[in-house]
């Protein structure tokens, strides 16, 4: 007999586990892990991919029924859409400055002042050289920027000069100063033509804020005091708003605009008075505020005394403060814009979009003089033998692009 035949033959161990009491609940917790492996790889992958199938008939063609389903066309890829440069829409962004920037010569005198704009008319001051070496101005000029033509205004004049004239449809208000400072405060009556004194300035030149038939100054009235008078053009009464002692107000003009009153009233303290109903805000910032000038919407000032280092900032309609501009001499308030000079340029910032454009062309200097309405007014100061006024408007331009250009 074949030895392996007599061999008994080997059998396999069974599983340790197998017989067990734990072997049904292992081999169950195996099925489940194996199922939900199974369920994780289909949610992960497979879902995905149904999910973007189109929701079409069954293609049925290969079994013979129906027509064979179009191949889906891919969807076109759009084009992204360019972000406007901000200003673009504007029609000063394209403008040629030779044609709408317009000179204003008045060749009988050497110098001019105190720029103020109401409506379509610029109001200043004019003047030469007197015996004593200093300068004065002694006559007012109504420049109407659509005739292009200057009129002297006849106002009353005691002592030297007319200064920090301002004008409404009504009045004419200014200072007639001394040349050492004080003097008197007068109204002319552009309907009646009288001319009257208000009151008597004995130190300093106030600067006027006219609203409707009120005027408002801020004077020195003591070594350390200031007063905020307010006058009453048509029976000539005034009275006293404020006094201050020890402050930065008499340092600051006072500015009327829009049914408000804006004035300083101490270091980085700006009071906003309402002229129709008496009530008063008053808003404490965190650097210097001068010069406040409002329309009644906005209320913007610098944050220096007109230097290099001032900034000019306005506050919007709902509270924020906002910077406009760095390095600002002076500004005005114009219609939706701020007009400023820095050391030798103009420039417009329109508050609904923060746009800004130098008014001043590439070859030239010039000098801020004033703004409002639809214009900036600046001197031409590149040549220094000859000054030239100059003035332009800020969005409507349809009469200075509709002239016929001189041959």
């Not at 879902?47 to 008939?57: A, E, I, K, M, Q």
């Not at 009257?196 to 030149?205: D, N, P, Q, S």
């Not at 409507?396 to 001189?406: R, V």
Request: glycine content about 10%; hydrophobic content about 35%; aromatic content about 10%.
């Amino acid at each position: 007999m074949d030895k392996r035949e007599q061999q008994p033959k080997k059998h396999r161990r069974p599983l340790p586990l197998r017989g067990t009491r734990l072997g049904p609940v292992l081999q169950a917790l195996l099925a489940v892990a194996l199922l939900g492996g199974g369920l994780y790889t289909f949610v992960c992958f497979g879902w995905p991919v149904l999910r973007d199938v189109p929701d079409r008939p069954a293609d049925l063609s290969c079994l013979g029924f129906g027509t064979p389903a179009p191949s889906p066309s891919p969807a076109p890829t759009p084009e992204p859409s360019p972000t406007p440069v901000p200003g673009t829409e504007r029609t000063i962004y394209g403008v040629d400055l030779g044609r709408v920037q317009h000179e204003i010569l008045i060749p009988e005198y050497q110098y001019a002042g105190d720029f103020t704009v109401y409506g379509d008319t610029i109001l200043f001051v004019v003047g030469n050289y007197t015996s004593d070496g200093t300068a004065a101005f002694t006559r007012a000029i109504l420049y109407d920027t659509k005739t292009r033509h200057a009129v002297y205004q006849r106002l009353d004049l005691a002592y030297k000069s007319i200064r920090h004239p301002q004008m409404n449809e009504r009045w004419i208000v200014y200072l007639d100063a001394l040349g050492s400072g004080g003097g008197q405060i007068r109204a002319y009556d552009r309907e009646s033509g009288e001319n009257r004194i208000l009151k008597t300035v004995h130190m300093g030149l106030p600067v006027l804020a006219l609203w409707e038939d009120t005027v408002f100054w801020i004077e020195r009235t003591g070594t350390s005091r200031d007063k905020l008078f307010g006058c009453d053009l048509k029976t000539g009464e005034a009275v006293t708003l404020e006094i201050f002692e020890n402050t930065d107000a008499g340092v600051s003009a006072v500015s009327a605009g829009g049914g408000k009153l804006v004035y300083v009233t101490g270091p980085g303290t700006l009071k906003t008075l309402d002229l129709s109903t008496g009530e008063s805000r008053v808003d404490h910032f965190g650097s210097t505020v001068h010069d406040p000038k409002t329309d009644g919407r906005i209320t913007a000032f610098l944050t220096g005394f007109h230097g290099e280092d001032s900034t000019l900032v306005y506050v919007d309609e709902k509270g924020e403060l906002i910077t406009a501009a760095h390095g600002a001499a002076d500004f005005a308030l114009a219609d939706g814009a701020l007009v400023y000079g820095t050391l030798d340029r103009t420039y417009v910032y329109f508050l609904d979009d923060g746009a800004t454009f130098c008014l001043t062309r590439p070859s030239e200097s010039a000098m801020f003089l004033g703004g409002g309405g639809d214009f900036a007014v600046w001197m031409d100061v590149t040549w220094r033998d000859r000054d030239i006024i100059e003035y332009m408007h800020l969005n409507d331009f349809s009469a200075d692009l509709t002239e016929t250009e001189e041959p």
